[in-house]
C-alpha cells in the first residue's frame, strides 16, 4: 500500500533562517507531488507541483522553492523565512485524477 | 476553469442531529469531486469521492454525498451527528479530462462544531 511521510511535525524558526521540509512517497512510482499552505484560519493554498523528477510548477511567487531530486521525494525549501511563511504545510500525491492522499502536515511558526 | 463555493465557513448541530454541509461547483467538463476532513493538526483525509459512477457515493464515517447535476451541487450530509465529527471539511473539484498534474481546487472549508 501506499505511505505519505512528511516531517517534521513541528518547527519554530527565527526570521531570516533557512527552511528544508521533505515529503517521501512508498509504494508507487511517478507520482504526481504537491506543496499546499494553509494559514490559521484559511483554506488550502497551492504551493508547489511536480509531475516528474526535476519538473517543479510554482502555482503563488513567493519566498519559497520546492524540488524533486528523487522520484518520490519532494522538498520545499528557502533560504530566509519571513514572518508570513508560519502556516501548516502539506505535502500530497496523487495519481492521475483520483484524489490527493495528504501527509500529516509539518506546523511552522517563524519567530 | 474549475471552482468550487461551499456555504457556510461554520456549521454548528446537535449531537444526533443530520449535518448537511453544501457545496458547489463549477466546471465546464464533467467533474470529479471529493469531499476531505481535517481534524486539529493533522493532514486531510479523503471522506469520498464521485467519479461518474453512482451519484449517490457514500463515504467513511457514515457520510454520504449526491451528486446533482441540475443543481452543481455536491452536499455532504450525515443522518446522526457524533461528536467526533467535529472538524474541519473540505469540498473539492478536479478535471478528470486534465493530463499529467491533476491539480485539484479545493473550497475555503466548514469547520462544523457538535453541541451535546
Known amino acids: 500500500s501506499q505511505t505519505i511521510h512528511q516531517w517534521p511535525a513541528t518547527l519554530v524558526q527565527p526570521v531570516g533562517s533557512p527552511l528544508s521540509l521533505e515529503c517521501t512517497v512508498e509504494?508507487?512510482?511517478?507520482?504526481?507531488l504537491y506543496w499546499y499552505r494553509q494559514a490559521a484560519g484559511r483554506g488550502l493554498q497551492l504551493l508547489f507541483y511536480s509531475v516528474g523528477i526535476g519538473q517543479i510548477s510554482s502555482e503563488v511567487p513567493q519566498n519559497l522553492s520546492a524540488s524533486r531530486p528523487q522520484d518520490r521525494q519532494f522538498i520545499l525549501s528557502s533560504k530566509k523565512l519571513l514572518l508570513s511563511d508560519s502556516g501548516f504545510y502539506l505535502c500530497?500525491?496523487?495519481?492521475?485524477?483520483?484524489?490527493?492522499?495528504f501527509g500529516s502536515g509539518t506546523r511552522l511558526t517563524v519567530v | 476553469a474549475q471552482s468550487v463555493t461551499q456555504l457556510g465557513s461554520h456549521v454548528s448541530v446537535s449531537e444526533g442531529a443530520l449535518v448537511l454541509l453544501r457545496c458547489n461547483y463549477s466546471?465546464?467538463?464533467?467533474?470529479?469531486l471529493f469531499w476531505y476532513v481535517q481534524y486539529p493538526n493533522q493532514g486531510l483525509q479523503l471522506l469520498l469521492k464521485y467519479t461518474s459512477a453512482a451519484t449517490l457515493v457514500k463515504g467513511i464515517n457514515g457520510f454520504e454525498a449526491e451528486f446533482k447535476k441540475s443543481e452543481t451541487s455536491f452536499h455532504l450530509t450525515k443522518p446522526s451527528a457524533h461528536m467526533s465529527d467535529a472538524a474541519e471539511y473540505f469540498c473539492?473539484?478536479?478535471?478528470?479530462?486534465?493530463?499529467?498534474?491533476?491539480?485539484?481546487?479545493f473550497g475555503s472549508g466548514t469547520r462544523l462544531s457538535i453541541r451535546p
Open positions: 500530497a500525491w496523487s495519481a492521475q485524477n483520483y484524489g490527493y492522499t
Open positions: 509504494g508507487t512510482s511517478n507520482p504526481n
Open positions: 473539492a473539484v478536479s478535471d478528470p479530462s486534465a493530463s499529467s498534474a491533476s491539480k485539484i481546487i
Open positions: 466546471s465546464s467538463v464533467p467533474p470529479y
